[in-house]
């Protein structure tokens, strides 16, 4: 988060008089606020360019809220495939296509087939962008009458396996795109095949839109955040997830702080959590089974318990001057007042 300077001095307001100019296109900005929901207000720039350096803030209700500022990366949604997307195209092998396939490998009746003790490879482009450095977990069938196989991600290659079995192991991506199987004198067959950016405990499984808790389990589910986009010890973020629930109970944390509310029903749920010293968004089942979809980490504002928590600078601003490296400016309040956000050079 950045941190802007009070232009309050000694009570009063200094007027600005050397910062507005022309007003910037589509200068002012008005969102009608949903009790304790951020909303997200891109600064505007100029017809050259550059971006405004003052902001002005109104309410048409007596409700306070909140703001905080932010540049373009503090605003970037720190959960990577919230959606549980599937990285791998057919990886049920249900038709010849998706893979390209080294000597030796065919693609028929729902399997891809090694023959004659191969030592080729089966692969693909990731059908989602790989992010070198990343944790992802891949999940696989094969049966075996030869050699061994090995999984690989971005150029990276996890464990030989050979024996019949359905494996699953988290693989830390190189720097290519690349998903392959690559065979060591290997006959056999190859299922089943899935990625995911998650790490998923014992019982945790997707489908390529949810992760799925079968079994009432105690395990988690997790993922190390981007290095690009990286948790800020003590900043807030705004989490927001789709769950499903048959038994047990889900409770979200960050960074290794502080969890968030325990959650033991079907509902899409919210909620602002602090942040810890570590990379990882984490969901912490205990007896559960259901599902879990549509995850968000936002940096945002937060609403004070009181008027005397949270930083005084975020509480009911007349304005701010902005520095030149602030694109987004959240605000929220526990009311539902419309906020206006006027601009200038």
């Not at 891809?112 to 990731?126: D, E, F, M, N, V």
């Not at 056999?188 to 019982?203: A, F, H, I, R, S």
């Not at 047990?248 to 959650?263: E, K, P, Y």
Request: with cysteine; aromatic share 10%.
């Amino acid at each position: 988060m950045v941190n802007l300077p009070d232009y309050h001095q000694g009570g009063a307001l200094q007027a600005p008089s050397t910062q507005l100019q022309s007003p910037l296109t589509s200068y002012v900005q008005a969102n009608l606020l949903a009790a304790n929901v951020p909303e997200f207000i891109t600064v505007p720039t100029d017809e050259n360019g550059k971006k405004a350096r003052f902001v002005l803030f109104g309410k048409g209700a007596a409700a306070d809220f909140y703001a905080s500022a932010f540049t373009t990366a503090d605003a970037t949604d720190r959960c990577t495939n919230g959606t549980f997307a599937e990285y791998v195209t057919n990886g049920a092998f249900g038709s010849d296509t998706g893979w390209t396939k080294g000597t030796g490998w065919t693609i028929a009746a729902g399997v891809a087939t090694a023959t004659g003790a191969i030592s080729t490879a089966i692969s693909q482009t990731s059908a989602i962008t790989l992010i070198a450095g990343y944790t992802y977990t891949i999940t696989y069938d094969i049966t075996r009458t030869a050699g061994t196989i090995t999984p690989s991600i971005g150029g990276t290659a996890g464990t030989a396996q050979n024996a019949d079995g359905t494996y699953t192991e988290t693989i830390v991506a190189g720097s290519t795109q690349i998903l392959a199987f690559t065979g060591a004198g290997f006959s056999g067959t190859l299922d089943n095949v899935t990625v995911t950016g998650w790490v998923l405990g014992t019982g945790w499984t997707t489908d390529g839109s949810t992760a799925i808790a079968t079994g009432a389990i105690d395990t988690d589910l997790s993922q190390t955040v981007n290095s690009a986009y990286p948790l800020v010890e003590g900043q807030i973020y705004y989490v927001t997830f789709t769950m499903t629930r048959s038994a047990g109970s889900v409770a979200v944390s960050l960074g290794g702080g502080t969890a968030g509310t325990s959650r033991s029903s079907a509902a899409t749920f919210s909620e602002y959590i602090t942040a810890g010293s570590t990379q990882d968004i984490l969901f912490d089942a205990s007896g559960f089974s259901g599902t879990i979809d549509t995850v968000t980490v936002l940096p945002a504002a937060k609403v004070p318990a009181d008027t005397t928590n949270g930083t005084a600078s975020e509480q009911n601003p007349v304005g701010w001057f902005l520095n030149s490296n602030v694109d987004t400016i959240s605000i929220v309040s526990a009311g539902t007042p419309i906020i206006t956000a006027s601009f200038y050079k």
